[in-house]
């Protein structure tokens, strides 16, 4: 791998890039923030260049390929500090000038014709074992758009939850979620009241949940729906 010097510039944007899995921050300066990141981290000149000429969106991917150029560039990119050091770069490029990352919490629509009052559906729309763990983010899929549809307001909606599937899917079970909850997402109860962040089993659970990276990993999941999932009617 050639150790040729690399711009701020281009390791910026592979890394806006890797940290937003491809999508793209909403602000201009979210790849030099992570730019300035690695740099400060101490991550060898090689390995930056391998992460700007791989030039991909897959963090675990990008880990294993760094494991044969440079061990230590690989531990560094999979290393907590790091990441924490990325998600506060996420974190100011997505939440909006003044606010607050405490307030942020995402709310599902409300179902029309439906009381403010209503109790919510705990029953599971799929079967779980719950002696058994959640191994992928298949698993959630069409748990996840059963409960996010159980809200919508029009079939419209519904729609685009379903379509938002397998994004829901992912992100959720890269989200660090214990195993109770992530059974709970793969059972789909169709909720239609109330939100689902107060039925998760623990405050950790929570936590993730109403964090401003995966607050704003929600809305851009079922603003920029993609159709690559058809759950079951």
Same mark, same amino acid.
């Given at each position: ?38 740099? /400060? ?153 109330? !939100? ?9 659970? /929570?936590?993730?949940?109403? !964090? ?22």
């Amino acid at each position: 791998m050639s150790t040729v010097k690399i711009t701020d510039m281009a390791l910026g944007e592979a890394l806006d890039k890797l940290a937003f899995q491809g999508a793209g921050s909403p602000r201009k300066d979210g790849g030099a923030c992570l730019a300035s990141s690695v740099r /400060k981290a101490g991550m060898p000149e090689e390995a930056l260049a391998y992460i700007v000429k791989a030039d991909g969106d897959d963090t675990g991917a990008a880990v294993d390929g760094l494991n044969k150029v440079s061990e230590g560039g690989a531990a560094l990119l999979a290393s907590r500090s790091l990441r924490e050091d990325f998600d506060a770069c996420i974190d100011k490029a997505v939440l909006p000038n003044g606010s607050s990352p405490k307030t942020q919490s995402y709310v599902p629509p409300k179902a029309a014709a439906k009381p403010a009052v209503g109790k919510p559906n705990l029953k599971p729309t799929y079967p779980v074992r719950v002696d058994q763990p959640v191994n992928s983010s298949i698993e959630l899929a069409k748990g996840l758009v059963s409960m996010f549809s159980s809200y919508a307001r029009d079939e419209g909606q519904k729609k685009t939850y379903a379509a938002a599937g397998q994004c829901l899917s992912t992100l959720v079970y890269n989200a660090d979620f214990s195993q109770e909850a992530l059974h709970f997402f793969a059972g789909g109860a169709r909720l239609g009241a109330g !939100s689902i962040v107060e039925h998760l089993p623990s405050d950790k659970d /929570k936590a993730i949940w109403q !964090s401003p990276r995966f607050t704003q990993g929600l809305v851009d999941c079922t603003t920029n729906p993609t159709p690559t999932l058809t759950p079951d009617s």
